[in-house]
């Protein structure tokens, strides 16, 4: 192998390397704007709603003998809406429905709103739909962001109430 | 790619050419990623993933050196697994018995990117979450967890230490299937190698070494639920689909991801020659077969077998598993008595085309090319290359070597032999069983009668005509003051090499 192939391979070699190094270091940023972040998130069990209705004559026939019976009851969790406004405006509105096939998981509720950095109102409410023995929660507050943070609004359980929380707690 | 070979054949030689041993590199790379993870591994603290993390870059013995090392070793393997995937793919090796290596090799491509992407969340920085919450997005989407997986990643709780437990779990669980996955990837190929060429295992590791050494990776900020990530540093080979995926839904990605998926599982199919193109599986006639099981040895897909003779003959005979068989040929340059090969591609039916080629136009004091149709600068699919005249043959292996003593004893000057380099040959082991039956007495060899400075075996590429053209001219030079060979009016080689197949009477003794 002549000197010239031999350096111009050790050339190639030493570029191939420099730019799998390279690679592996491209700066990138997920979140490339430096806006702030209000997320919504939580979970929540909501109350079993039960609807019972009797099996007519002809249902019943078609199931076999041990299936039969006079009544058929669903069962599924109470389905909730979220509204969200800020600084008077609403934002948001979702309806949250049970996880699970038969909608009979616990509720998840995960809304992100992208914020321009400063002080904001924010104002939530998180009610069932239709008739509940459950009370709505609701969050109103004021929220000071900077460029980049994140402000959570979750559920604490041990006092039944939509919290606030804007930096990382245990 | 073709052009890409040549290039790096002028560069590092046929013997050192990395795109002809890619998939031997990202192997021996994988090796080297395993071996530095287990350093790593004896560092790392499931309850404290950033800091045990950093502790290893900047405070254990040679830490941040193995940890860059690793980084690197792995990078480099996506590399050398893509070029080995583009290369089987452009050169259609994807179908028939090598459907199978086709297949595993998607699945160890797809075990590769879950071992990085887990190796990376072991870090938990930005990079690690950004993964991390993509991953549980596109996970959401499906229909099998009663709790969302991103919520894990919200800020709401603290991130359990069953998530880095189970990530570590997979991360040194998968390696183990990777190996798995592996032998299966190698199982139809008969002497898979394993390990590339030392000077360029050596040069690889030096070089990935000292990029270590040199230019070691530092710790990203840390992932933290309540802090949008900046600009920092992402690794493009393994987090190449961030800003593609990130903006769509995630029914979508998962759209393309499985239609992209599943074009390249199709690929054996989608590939494969039509009944009419595809060539036909080797057939052996049974009545020549000697048992000498040279065939059996030679087949580089193990698609013949051994087996008992019902002709009472006291010897086995081989036999071809068509499925198996990918009708490469090699066995018709393996058998002596030219007893198996594809249908029209046996010894004898070189032998006849020979003979055709040689009373269309005399050969006496001329220098005859044979070359491979595949490669071999591309003039095994020319009747003439610089005035000589070319004999084609569909790979370098088929050749018999009864075709070039009946080429010299013909009154060649010299018989120049053009195959592809060794790692490149597209039926794996031509060109080296080739040199081997021309130089070194493998069976079915060149007779000592030949005078072998008449013959000359050189290795080029596709796009390599140079260097077929200096190997012409110095062949030429070479054989010019060796006296004229008187040749014969027809020289009957094929019983000459045949090995009589004994009579039923005679075996019996």
Redo the contacts between chains.
């Keep these: 192998?002549s000197r010239v192939?031999w350096i111009?391979?050790?050339l190639?070699?030493?570029v191939?390397?420099?730019a799998?190094?390279g690679?592996?270091?491209?700066?990138?940023?997920?979140?490339p704007t430096?806006?702030?972040?209000l997320?919504f998130?939580?979970?929540y069990r909501s109350v079993s709603l039960e609807q019972c209705r009797p099996l007519t004559e002809e249902e019943n026939a078609a199931l076999p003998a041990h299936m039969r019976q006079d009544e058929i009851c669903e069962r599924r969790l109470q389905p909730w809406r979220l509204t969200i406004w800020v600084d008077g405006v609403q934002v948001a509105e979702d309806t949250v429905r049970a996880?699970?096939?038969r909608e009979d998981?616990?509720l998840?509720v995960?809304r992100k709103l992208t914020l321009a950095p400063g002080t904001h109102a924010v104002r939530a409410i998180f009610a069932p739909i239709g008739p509940s023995e459950q009370r709505m929660l609701s969050l109103e507050s004021g929220v000071s962001l900077d460029a980049?943070?994140?402000?959570?609004v979750?559920y604490d359980p041990d006092t039944d109430r939509l919290v606030l929380?804007?930096?990382?707690s245990? | 790619l073709a052009v890409a070979d040549a290039w790096m054949n002028r560069l590092y030689s046929w013997r050192y050419n990395p795109l002809y041993h890619s998939g031997v590199v990202a192997a021996s790379l994988l090796a080297i990623v395993m071996v530095t993870g287990v350093y790593l591994l004896l560092f790392y603290r499931i309850g404290s993933p950033y800091d045990s993390v950093a502790a290893i870059t900047e405070r254990i013995w040679f830490g941040q050196w193995i940890r860059s090392f690793h980084r690197y070793a792995s990078d480099a393997a996506v590399v050398a697994t893509m070029l080995h995937l583009v290369r089987m793919w452009l050169q259609r090796r994807t179908w028939g018995s090598r459907a199978l290596a086709w297949l595993s090799g998607m699945v160890l491509l797809f075990l590769i990117f879950v071992c990085g992407w887990t190796g990376y969340v072991m870090v938990w920085d930005v990079q690690a979450e950004a993964l991390a919450r993509e991953g549980a997005r596109w996970l959401d989407a499906l229909p099998l967890f009663s709790e969302p997986i991103g919520r894990a990643f919200d800020g709401e709780r603290t991130l359990p230490g069953a998530f880095f437990f189970l990530n570590l779990f997979a991360h040194v669980a998968l390696p183990v299937g990777l190996g798995l996955v592996f032998w299966i990837h190698v199982a139809r190929v008969a002497r898979p190698v394993l390990v590339p060429p030392r000077p360029l295992l050596l040069a690889t590791v030096g070089l990935l070494g000292a990029a270590s050494l040199l230019v070691p990776i530092a710790m990203a900020p840390e992932a933290d639920p309540f802090r949008l990530p900046g600009p920092a540093p992402f690794d493009v080979f393994f987090s190449f689909f961030l800003p593609l995926t990130t903006p769509l839904p995630a029914w979508a990605v998962w759209a393309i991801g499985l239609t992209g998926g599943g074009l390249l599982l199709a690929v054996p199919t989608i590939m494969r020659p039509s009944s009419r193109r595809r060539p036909l599986p080797s057939v052996v006639d049974e009545r020549s077969c000697t048992g000498c099981e040279q065939c059996w040895i030679d087949c580089p897909y193990d698609a013949i077998q051994m087996v008992e003779r019902t002709d009472g003959r006291p010897y086995l005979v081989a036999r071809v598993d068509p499925d198996l068989c990918t009708g490469c040929g090699i066995c018709t340059g393996s058998c002596a008595p030219m007893g198996v090969g594809p249908p029209g591609r046996t010894g004898s039916d070189q032998l006849n085309a020979v003979r055709a080629f040689v009373a269309d136009r005399p050969v006496h004091r001329e220098v005859v090319i044979i070359a491979c149709s595949r490669g071999a600068g591309g003039i095994g699919a020319q009747p003439e290359f610089d005035d000589a005249r070319v004999f084609p043959v569909t790979c370098s292996g088929n050749l018999h070597t009864s075709t070039v003593e009946f080429l010299v004893r013909s009154g060649a000057a010299g018989v120049l032999i053009v195959s592809c380099p060794p790692r490149d040959c597209w039926n794996r082991e031509g060109p080296l069983w080739l040199e081997q039956r021309l130089y070194h007495d493998r069976e079915a060899e060149l007779k000592p009668r030949v005078d072998r400075r008449r013959i000359r075996l050189v290795f080029a590429a596709e796009q390599e005509r140079s260097v077929v053209g200096a190997a012409l001219a110095a062949f030429r030079a070479d054989v010019a003051p060796l006296d004229a060979v008187a040749a014969e009016a027809s020289p009957d080689v094929e019983q000459d090499c045949k090995t009589p197949a004994p009579s039923v009477a005679e075996a019996r003794g």
């Design positions: 192998m192939r111009g391979g050790w190639l070699g030493i191939a390397t420099g799998i190094v690679l592996s270091r491209v700066p990138y940023a997920v979140s430096d806006h702030a972040e997320r998130a939580w979970r996880r699970g096939a998981r616990p998840y995960f980049r943070q994140v402000a959570l979750t929380r804007d930096v990382a245990p």
